[in-house]
């Protein structure tokens, strides 16, 4: 089973930009699909983006569509969040999570979780 570590969060002003890192550890990297969510104080936690495996499918969560982007590099394992003109909204804690050849966006399918790391976006 991977395990992952996410970093790169922290407190941004609205419209600013923030790169978040899932470094995971285990051979089989390159086998699991990688979503990020997010919880807000009070909320469930919701679906972001997700990556699959090959990197070459991505999807994303219509709120943060043409701000965010998720990418992945096989040699580093190591997943990102690109995310630019950051709205209060977005604050949260943000998880990365890894799926085995499963390609989805409902946290319930993940069996491996970061710790997560703050976002808060002040205006």
């Known amino acids: 089973q991977v395990q992952l570590v996410e970093s790169g969060g922290g407190l941004v002003q609205v419209g600013g930009s923030l790169r978040l890192s899932c470094q995971a550890s285990g051979p089989t990297f390159s086998s699991y699909s990688i979503g990020w969510f997010r919880q807000a104080p009070g909320k469930d936690r919701e679906f972001v983006a997700v990556?699959?495996?090959?990197?070459?499918?991505?999807r994303y969560a219509d709120s943060v569509k043409g701000r965010f982007t998720v990418s992945r590099d096989s040699a580093k394992k190591t997943a990102y969040l690109q995310m630019n003109s950051l709205k209060a909204e977005d604050t949260a804690v943000y998880y990365c999570?890894?799926?085995?050849?499963?390609?989805?966006?409902?946290?319930?399918?993940?069996?491996?979780w970061g710790q997560g790391t703050q976002v808060t976006v002040s205006s």
């Open positions: 990556i699959q495996w090959s990197g070459l499918v991505k």
């Open positions: 999570a890894a799926e085995f050849q499963r390609f989805t966006s409902k946290p319930d399918d993940y069996d491996s």
